[in-house]
């Protein structure tokens, strides 16, 4: 008796890709970064830091940590260790005995001498000024690289944190699943004029208004402009600069 033979089933066709789209203007996004630069014109990060090096290290000791956390970690820490060689002959046990207090301590005390010694051996003991080598350090991924890129070379990168990642989603302005979804949507729309001091504006943003739990929409500088589902107010913060110049 003859056995059936086997149906081939036919190849799947390739799910089409969803094209993440901003739903701002060009001239609606160029306002809401307007009124970001008037209400904080020189935003700065909030990680304590002395120079390259040591904000590298905040940096990444900052990863599943508050920057308030860090800080208080790290002022003893860079009293006596501001430089990979200093850091370095601290040693890995008298780091981690500064930086207990942050989450996965035992961890980030192994990358912090294990990037001073690669600072030391292969960039002259300096923090390189390219993503490219930045990412290659011990503990520095992509959103590291671009906060040092940005503080301290004063390059216009994008770090997606996960106030950015929120904020992006919730009022549309950049959706995506991932930090770097967010990120390449951010990168393209933002006007030049305000690249510079952008991911801090986000951050900020969504640190102290566009808050995890509950947005405070009445403090919102960009409320009228937003098209977030859960907005509670259609008015800005009352900022007299914020209207545009004549």
């Given at each position: 008796m003859e056995k059936p033979k086997k149906k081939i089933a036919a190849p799947r066709k390739p799910a089409r890709s969803r094209k993440r789209k901003t739903v701002y203007s060009p001239e609606e996004i160029h306002e809401i970064f307007r009124r970001?630069?008037?209400q904080?014109?020189?935003?700065?990060?909030e990680?304590?830091?002395?120079?390259?090096?040591?904000?590298?290290?905040?940096v990444v000791l900052s990863a599943q940590a508050t920057d308030a956390g860090v800080n208080k970690a790290t002022r003893d820490l860079f009293k006596v260790a501001d430089t990979p060689e200093k850091m370095l002959a601290l040693g890995e046990q008298?780091?981690?005995e500064h930086i207990r207090t942050i989450g996965l301590?035992?961890?980030?005390?192994?990358?912090?001498?294990?990037?001073?010694?690669?600072l030391i051996r292969d960039h002259g003991s300096q923090v390189p000024?390219?993503?490219e080598a930045l990412v290659t350090l011990p503990g520095v991924g992509r959103k590291t690289a671009n906060v040092v890129l940005n503080m301290s070379f004063g390059q216009p990168t994008m770090a997606v944190d996960t106030h950015i990642l929120r904020i992006g989603n919730r009022i549309g302005l950049a959706p995506g699943k991932t930090?770097?979804?967010?990120?390449?949507?951010?990168?393209?729309?933002?006007?030049a004029e305000?690249?510079?001091?952008?991911?801090?504006?986000?951050?900020?943003?969504?640190?102290?208004?566009?808050?995890?739990?509950?947005?405070?929409c009445p403090a919102c500088v960009i409320a009228d402009i937003c098209k977030s589902a859960e907005k509670t107010s259609e008015m800005p913060a009352p900022l007299m600069e914020l209207a545009p110049q004549a």
């Open positions: 970001f630069s008037v904080r014109p020189e935003p700065k990060g990680l304590e830091h002395v120079n390259a090096f040591t904000l590298l290290v905040a008298k780091v981690g301590w035992r961890n980030k005390a192994k990358n912090v001498i294990a990037l001073s010694e690669a000024d390219s993503r930090p770097e979804q967010v990120e390449d949507t951010l990168v393209k729309i933002i006007p305000f690249m510079r001091h952008a991911h801090h504006w986000l951050i900020l943003h969504g640190r102290y208004v566009c808050k995890a739990r509950k947005p405070d």
